[in-house]
């Protein structure tokens, strides 16, 4: 199993930014899709960003302008680069792997990803 750990979380003003990384071990091409959800205080956790293996990208609407994920192969990494922070983006942020053969865009559903890290804390102030 895919063993994940994230950091870079925080507390920042509104408007400021922030980059997550999430370190995979062990990374093996057979990990299909890696993803970025948000879990809000009193509220389920959502999707917010996926990416393939291949290297494509879904977004949910609400980050699509502020939010890029992308992936170091060769460092087994995975990032979330956060602009124009916002008070509604705090929450716990975790990362996960899953998915699964012949995907070409993964989806945003936490249902489709079984390996999760413990999250790293982001808290926006106005």
């Known amino acids: 199993q895919v063993q994940l750990v994230e950091s870079g979380g925080g507390s920042v003003q509104s408007g400021g930014s922030l980059r997550l990384s999430c370190a995979a071990s062990?990374?093996?091409?057979?990990?299909?899709?890696m993803g970025w959800f948000r879990q809000a205080p009193g509220k389920e956790r959502e999707g917010i960003a996926t990416?393939?293996?291949?290297?494509?990208?879904t977004y949910a609407d609400s980050v699509k302008v502020r939010f890029t994920i992308s992936q170091d192969n060769a460092k087994n990494t995975l990032y979330l680069q956060i602009d124009s922070l916002k008070p509604e983006d705090t929450g716990m942020y975790f990362c996960?792997?899953?998915?699964?053969?012949?995907?070409?865009?993964?989806?945003?559903?936490?249902?489709?990803?079984?390996?999760w890290g413990q999250g790293t804390q982001v808290t926006v102030s106005s």
């Open positions: 062990p990374y093996t091409s057979s990990r299909y899709c």
């Open positions: 990416i393939s293996e291949n290297g494509l990208a």
């Open positions: 996960a792997a899953g998915g699964y053969q012949g995907v070409r865009y993964c989806p945003t559903g936490a249902q489709y990803f079984n390996s």
